[in-house]
């Protein structure tokens, strides 16, 4: 069990998400960063889908009440276990009355705190993720606060320590040219894949938003909402693109000039607010290799944990 004393930042329990259930108006939630998150599994011999403890850019701080491998991917952390330094993607066992702090987020957004096994939430519609707009699923429909105790499946057993490499962060982002790419002016063309677009500090779960210039159309056109996905890069009256990340509504009526690469998502997640973004174009090939990238990485965390 996880006994939580203090949070400082929004921090939830998510997994990979919630999937079959759009055309009923639910969306998937789950991890911002699903690489991170597997990655994180993965280290502790977990199932890739396991739940953990999702924590953006602030501070938690949490006793374990039994002993409990864990580790930290994602964003990289100031964190201590009783005073001793903890490093991002390193496995560690905490033993029972130990207490984790998370001071902040050094670099990057979003931090995983993965422990053996996972936490032991109810599924809900096939996941343990936190809907908070929906307030169901996770820890009770909501983000964690002091006094939350979080049990987990941890049978105690140590694990010896070990690390990987961590997952490069990159300001450059591929995407690939969308539906309604056709509606925007070639100005607007050379401005998406051109500019650095700045991420705006009203960014959230739901939408990223940027600014940087505005992207006019060429045709005006009334449009029907349709399906949206993490990762639509959809564009309002203002021009200013706005991408749909995880906890996204289901439909959306704003045209799609673009959408992020599958494989880069996480990466995407972890930008700063005030950062800069660079889009790169790719096709569907150069996307499917990027996303066997990603597997060659988890390959090889999965070769290290069975040591």
């Given amino acids: 069990m996880l006994v939580i004393k203090q949070a400082a930042a929004p921090a939830a329990v998510q997994d990979l998400g919630r999937y079959g259930h759009r055309s009923s108006g639910i969306g998937h939630a789950g991890a911002m960063d699903t690489l991170a998150l597997r990655a994180g599994n993965l280290l502790l011999g977990n199932g890739e889908n396991a739940a953990a403890v999702e924590i953006a850019l602030g501070g938690l701080t949490l006793v374990f ?39 902040r987020a050094v670099q990057g957004m979003y931090a995983y705190l993965c422990v053996q096994g996972g936490i032991d939430v109810p599924e809900v519609l096939g996941s343990r993720s936190t809907d908070l707009k929906a307030a169901f699923g996770g820890f009770h429909g909501r983000s964690l606060a002091a006094g939350d105790e979080l049990p987990t499946f941890s049978d105690g057993r140590s694990l010896p320590e070990t690390g990987i490499a961590p997952i490069a962060l990159t300001n450059r982002i591929h995407a ?8 925007f002016s070639q100005k607007a063309h050379y401005r998406f894949w051109q500019n650095g677009w700045t991420l705006q500090s009203d960014s959230n779960r739901m939408g990223y938003r940027f600014g940087g210039g505005g992207l006019e159309r060429v045709q005006e056109a009334e449009m029907l909402s349709h399906a949206v996905q993490f990762g639509t890069v ?35 997640a972890q930008i700063r607010f005030g950062s800069k973004v660079y889009f790169q174009a790719a096709d569907a090939a150069q996307a499917a290799r990027l996303l066997r990238r990603n597997e060659a990485y988890l390959n090889q965390i999965r070769r290290i944990a069975a040591v």
Avoid: N
């Avoid at 959809?234 to 959408?259: C, F, H, N």
């Fill in 176 to 183: 690939l040219p969308s539906s309604e790419y056709h509606l």
């Fill in 234 to 268: 959809q564009v309002p009256p203002s021009g200013q693109p706005i991408i749909l990340m995880a906890d996204t509504q289901t439909t959306g009526g704003y045209p799609k000039i673009a959408a992020v690469a599958q494989a880069d998502l996480g990466r995407l």
């Fill in 65 to 103: 009440a039994r002993d409990t491998a864990f580790c930290l991917t994602g964003a990289a952390y100031e964190a201590d276990l009783d005073g001793r330094a903890v490093y991002s993607y390193w496995r560690y066992t905490a033993r029972a009355g130990q207490t984790l702090r998370l001071v």
